[in-house]
Every structure is written in C-alpha cells, then in structure tokens.
T-cell receptor, first 115, second 114 residues
C-alpha cells in the first residue's frame, strides 16, 4: 500500500467558486480525518468518519464545507462559494479504530489558493 | 481541556542530542501524549506516544515525569534531515475532537545546522 493519497495536490480558484478535494485512505483503515492547516500553524481538525458515518464535525466549521465518504473508502471535501480565507493546506489522515494510540497516517495534502 | 505549550523554535547542530519540552498542566487521567513531525509541504508523521515514565523507539525517546504535567521528546544525534516542525498533542484514546483532544498547536520549529 502506498499510503494516504490526495488529489489534486494544488488547486487555484477564484473567490466564489466551488472546489472539491479527494482523499484515498490506506485501504484497511476505517477512520478518515480532514484537517486544515494555514501557514505557521498546526493542523486544525475539521471532521472525521468511521466507515461511511461522519462521527464528528468541528463546531467552527462553516456550513460552506461538506464532506462525504459514501462507501466507507475514499472521501471528498467540498467547499462552496470559496473565500480568500479558505486558502490553506487541506490534509487527510486515516487509521483503524482501535489502533494503539490512535496514530494517524497523513496524506501529502491539497494546497488551495483562493484568488 | 489539556492545552500544550512548546517553544516556538530551537536550533541545534548535527550530531547533538535535542530535547523539546512540552507543558500540559491540565492533562487528564485518560490522556496520552503523542508527538508528530512535519516537513514542509508534507503531512505530519507520527514519532512516538506515551502515557507515563519513558518510551523509546528507533527514532526518539519520550520522557514523562510522574506528575505528567510535561513531557520531553529526545532526538539522539540529530542530522540535517531532522529539520522540521515537531508537535506535541495530548488527548484521550480515542480522542473527542470537539473537546479539543488531539489539537495541534503551532509546534516547535527545529533547525539543525551543519
């Protein structure tokens, strides 16, 4: 297995447009997480899934953000009506529920630039 | 809620041992301490995790005193490739994210010089 993959790696869009990112977790992992990271800061939790169920969503997350994991495998994160403040690195991570220490395996991220 | 405090940055030289301390005064009984490493333009990578005393793996050691209000990540004989940001996280296993478990702070930016 090649690890967590994310697509695209970079996305440039204009303010007001919708964007969608994809994450493919490590194949046997049933948990999938989305984070957002801005320059100089650590990753900020957005949401996570166990199989296809979205178990937690950050209270700070705008309703312009939505995530899905319809078949319990890959996940998509959509941002509607993008704003310049949405510019960030969007990270996906996965693990298996019950893994010792809940260690998360991160993908390379999708860097979003909103013009 | 267990909040962590780390130095913003540290400098070291190749071959030296580096110790990064994280303060977590409000750590709860069920909380574990986890350290991640992040290189530029990459996602964080798990380094080590512990609950108490000392944990050692092939990459690092983690020292946790009896009161668990702090922890120290020790990197033996660092090289230039250890230049990265190091994050200390504290939280329950499994974490409850909206209770702020497993929050990444700003981390410690370690620069290893030749």
């Amino acid at each position: 297995d090649t690890g967590v993959s994310q697509d695209p790696r970079h996305k440039i869009t204009k303010r007001g447009q919708n964007v969608t990112f994809r994450c493919d977790p490590i194949s046997e992992h049933n948990r999938l997480y989305w984070y957002r990271q801005t320059l100089g800061q650590g990753p900020e939790f957005l949401t996570y899934f166990q199989n296809e169920a979205q178990l937690e969503k950050s209270r700070l997350l705008s309703d312009r953000f939505s995530a899905e994991r319809p078949k319990g495998s890959f996940s998509t994160l959509e941002i509607q009506r993008t704003e310049q403040g949405d510019s960030a690195m969007y990270l996906c991570a996965s693990n298996e529920a019950g893994d010792p220490g809940d260690t998360q395996y991160f993908g390379p991220g999708t860097r979003l630039t909103v013009l | 809620l267990a909040k962590t405090t780390q130095p913003i940055s540290m400098d070291s030289y190749e071959g030296q041992e580096v110790n990064i301390t994280c303060s977590h005064n409000n750590i709860a009984t069920n909380d574990y301490i986890t350290w991640y490493q992040q290189f530029p333009s990459q996602g964080p990578r798990f380094i080590i995790q512990g609950y108490k005393t000392k944990v050692t793996n092939e990459v690092a050691s983690l020292f946790i005193p009896a009161d668990r209000k702090s922890s120290t990540l020790s990197l033996p004989r660092v090289s230039l490739s250890d230049t990265a940001v190091y994050y200390c996280l504290v939280g329950d296993i499994p974490p409850t994210y909206n209770n702020n478990d497993m929050r990444f702070g700003a981390g410690t930016r370690l620069t290893v010089k030749p």
